[in-house]
Structures are given as C-alpha cells and as structure tokens.
C-alpha cells in the first residue's frame, strides 16, 4: 500500500533526493512533507560564486568522484538535466592526477617539511624518495602470513593497514588519507564502516588483502549491478554521454558550485503539487498513535503521517525521539554509539599573480603528526631559523622567534586547479583549508564568546571573517607547508566557516550496531514505516553516498 503522508526529517541532500525520488515515483495522491529547522535547503553544501572565476567557494563538500561516480549520482544528475553544467577535473589535468601528502622536517624539526607527490600507480613508487621506503612493506604482505585476531569482529583503519602493511604506511599515508574524508582519527574508525572493501580483501585473499582485493572489487560490482536492477534500473542501459565525461574525469562540480544541486532539486520539488517544504521550523517530537505518527514542530504545528524517513543526525533524531512512547518501549541508545567530528574551513581567495601561489595539483592532505596530536591549535613560539625568512619575511625573522602558527590543519585543497583552464596570471587563484577534526579547533580572536557546550551533540554552521592578526597567522601556517619562496599575498576575501557535529566518526563494532538498531526499529514499536537513513547511519559520510542510500529507499518497492 502506498504511504499516504510521508513525512521526511532534514532538507539536506538525503532529505531533498529522498523527497524527489519518492515524488517521482509514489503515487499522485501521496502528500510528501520535508521538514527542515534551518531557513534554508542543502545541508553542509554551500557554495559562494567568485567574479572571474569558473570555480565557486565550498563552505562544505567541494567536489564528486569522477569515474568512480556512483550510478545513483549519474542518474540523479540526468533527472535534473544538469549535465551541461559540470566542470570536470581530467585525468590528465594536474588536478586531475597530482596529490600531496606533507612529509615532516625530522633533520630539522620546526623547520618547513615537503609536500610529497602521490605516486600516481604503485610503478612510480620507486621514483619517489619517500614513497620507496613503503615499497617493501606493501609487496611482504603478499608473503605475510594471515594474523586475524581470533574472534575477529572489527578493527581500526589503523590496526588493519599496521598489522598487515606497516605502522609507518598507517600513519604517514593512511591517516593522512583519512584526515581528508572523514576529519577522524585513523586509530578511532572502523574499518568495517569506512572502509570494508579492505575486511572483503583480507577475507576473499584467505588472510592476504593484495591478493583478494580483485575479487573483492568484482563481488562489490556484482552486487551495485543487483542493487540497480532491484530498483527498476535496466543493466543494458546504453552508454550516455555523461557516462563517457565521467569515464574520463578525477573529480566534477557544477557551474556555480555543488550548491547547484540541492538548488535544483528544492526547485523540482516546490514544483509539485504533492510535495510540501517546511523550512525554519524542525521537528520538536514524534509520538506512535494508532499506528500512525503524530509529529509536533517547533512551533507547536502537528503533522500526522503514515510513514516517516529521518536524514538527521542520529544523535539530533535521539534528543527528538528520547521522550516518547515509542522510545521508552522500543530504546535506541545506538543513536549516541558514535561521535560527530567538527570540522572548520577556511576558504581564501588571492589576487591573480605572475607566479603560481602553489604547486600543480588538487592539493595535500596532513597526516596524524609522529609525536601524535597536540594539545593545542596553535603552536607555541620558537626560536627562529634563517631557513625561514621567505616565509615569514625579514622584519619578522629579526625578532628571533618564529611568530604564531596553526598546528591543526587537516588538508588544503587547490580549488582553482579544479579548472583545468584556469590561469593564475589573470584570475583569482582559490585555496581552502580544512582544520579541526581531530586536532584541537582554531579559537580566533573575534570569535564572540561561545554559550553552547563543547560537549553538545546538535550540528550547526557558522561563519565568520578573521582579524588581521589572525589571517596573517594563517598565511603564514599556509606559506611554511607550501616551503613558499615568498611571504604569501593578503587575500581578496576570505571566510572561516565552523561545522559542529558534521561527520560521524564511526567507532569499531559501529556497522554491527546499527545494524542492530535498524532491525530493532523495524521489529518494535517503530515499525518498518518509520525509517533511518544518513546522519551517521552506517552508509558512509560522502554526498555520492547519501544520494545513493536516499535514491535507492526511495524506489526500493519490497518495504512497507
């Protein structure tokens, strides 16, 4: 039986693509109401268009997998008609197949370290001198005996890369790949929930992950190609031109930015004449009433539904659902199992210059420092090193103490190498740095004085402009990981924006849990018509991810 009121908790890309494909394919007497406490619809996507520039500022999430593109993505994109819109990173462009990882200075500690290229394949390993070490590590796990743990249920990302590979792979490269997806420690994440095709491997390898990864890659492949067919996608569908710039492509956004996305949609959707968008006012409290569900907003309105899809954060959905009926009868304490990283990012945006601000690339990732994560986010003075006067300048060498610097930086990504045609003589050149996660917040001096607790589960945004001190304390940190030939240029513009809470960190044991949690939800007094999706779920953290998920409940026609 069709739904007859649909309810959908949060207007983020989960939100806004359930909404869509459920419209689309759920009868026309079937009213659909999202609700979303924010006066605005997509979540952490925001994008801000730049004057003579292609590519857009990214508060949040900056870019799609290319080839790797999900087909749930590339459908979602051909719905919208929104092919004619995208801007695609080549595999051939600099962007398209350069990355750097930050290598430390151990000869001279607080001096500058490299920005290492990522060996595009494991044959160029041997070309680099600080990825060559790794060669042997990486080619003994052929050869390693297995050494599961008896009773094996899961393990860090970190535990499984040390006990096959090396703790050094771990931490230099690995953490360092975790740092840029999802702002978590590498020691702390489950590598069932983040990254299982490597628990496949191990298995389908008979305890060796190089020599199972193949097969583990073509089952994943079977089962994505059951899953379309499971949802009414055809397997023979013909090739489209889309597919082929995908094919060819590392990375794509769109024409003014991801933002376009969920714009698009909340356009489609306020088209429809079933479908009905509440913004600025959130969900207070879900009661279960004669099988139905009474649900109170914010401002005292009710909703009464048949069913019920949440794309909250969990532990958001566990403050609104703690006190109900429901809940006191059916619990779900598995909502507060994993924490939610903060994550702040600093967009900047440089004059054009004759000479590049920063190497060819899409930009370098930090790993988790060898003496571990400080204490602070801001590094306490030193004495200083004449190495470091292109850096700093030599006024400020003068006073024998290197100034200030951010000690919490995660990443920065080159967005203006996005465009493959951008020239950095005539345009803006656009940097974003990504900090926080699990190193200590950046506090600026203008930040007004906090009244929410650290310790809140809620996710929230905020944004804000840098005094001067700060900034400059900024592009100095920004100058001595690119070992700058000069003290970098101020800024046209710039914007710290803070997310609290914005991606699960999903702790070892979590996919089992939340497994749990959802047969629990479909088996007691919730029932299978009310429905968890994204916000920590277990799907992952990606926005290809949480299209997916939201697509695929949306058409999936086996469920109640």
Known sequence: MAPRHLVIFGGGISGLTTAFYCAKSLPKSTRITLVEKSHRLGGWIRSLPIANSKIALEAG?????????????????????????????????????????????????????????????????????????????????????????????DESIDSIISRRF????????????????????????SVKSALPILTHAEREGNGRILAGIWPALAKRKQMLMVKREQEGDSANRKTTQLDNLLANSATFTFAGGLEM??????????????VE????????????????????????????????????????????????????????????????????????????????????????LVPRPRTDYPSTAIAPPRPT?????????????????????????????????????????TQPTIMTMMLGGPFPLFQPSSSPSSTSSSASTESSTSSQQ?????????????????????????????????????????????????????RTVSEGAWGPRFKIIGGGAGHGVGLADNITLARSVALRRDED
């Not at 050094?168 to 702390?188: L, N, P, T």
């Not at 969920?262 to 079933?274: I, K, Q, V, W």
């Not at 090193?385 to 024998?400: D, F, K, N, Q, Y």
């Not at 970098?488 to 949690?517: D, V, W």
Request: hydrophobic residues 35%; contains cysteine; aromatic residues 8%.
């Open 61 to 153: 999430p900056r870019t799609f997998r290319g080839m790797s593109a999900p087909y749930s993505l590339v459908r979602l994109i051909e719905d919208l008609n929104l092919q004619d819109h995208i801007i695609a990173t080549p595999f051939g462009s600099p962007a398209g197949h350069m990355r750097y990882i930050y290598f430390e200075n151990e000869q001279e500690p607080g001096m500058p370290g490299e920005l290492a290229l990522v060996p595009p394949t494991p044959f160029h390993a041997p070309f680099s001198p600080h990825f060559r070490g790794m060669i042997w590590p990486a080619l003994e796990e052929f050869w390693k005996g297995p050494n599961q743990p008896k009773d094996y249920d």
């Open 166 to 189: 090396s703790p050094e792979i771990a931490r230099q490269v690995v953490s360092a790949v975790i740092h840029g997806i999802y702002a978590a420690d590498s020691r702390e994440l």
């Open 261 to 274: 996305v969920p714009r698009t949609l909340e356009a489609r959707l306020s088209d429809m004449g079933n």
């Open 277 to 364: 968008l509440l913004k600025g006012n959130g969900v207070a409290s879900v009661e279960k009433e004669n099988g139905d569900f009474k649900i109170k907003l914010e401002d005292d309105s009710i909703l009464n539904a048949s069913h019920v899809v949440s794309t909250l954060p969990l532990p958001t959905l566990h403050n609104i659902i703690s006190s109900s009926s429901a809940y006191k009868t059916t619990p779900l304490p598995q909502l507060l199992t994993n924490p939610h990283t903060t994550v702040q990012v600093l967009n900047l945006v440089f004059p054009p210059s004759p000479t590049p601000l920063h190497p060819p690339g899409f930009g370098f």
């Open 385 to 425: 090193h004449r190495g470091m006067a292109s850096i700093l300048g030599e006024s400020v060498l003068a006073t024998g103490q290197t100034p200030p610097l951010l000690q919490n930086v995660l990443g920065t990504a080159f967005d203006s190498g996005i465009d493959a045609t951008h020239d950095h003589r």
């Open 466 to 518: 840098l005094s001067p001190p700060d900034l400059e304390m900024v592009l100095r940190t920004l100058g001595f990981y690119l070992n700058a030939e000069a003290p970098l240029p101020q800024p046209t513009f710039h914007a710290l924006h803070t997310h609290r809470n914005c991606i699960p960190t999903y702790k070892p044991g979590s996919s089992r849990i939340l497994y749990e949690m959802k």
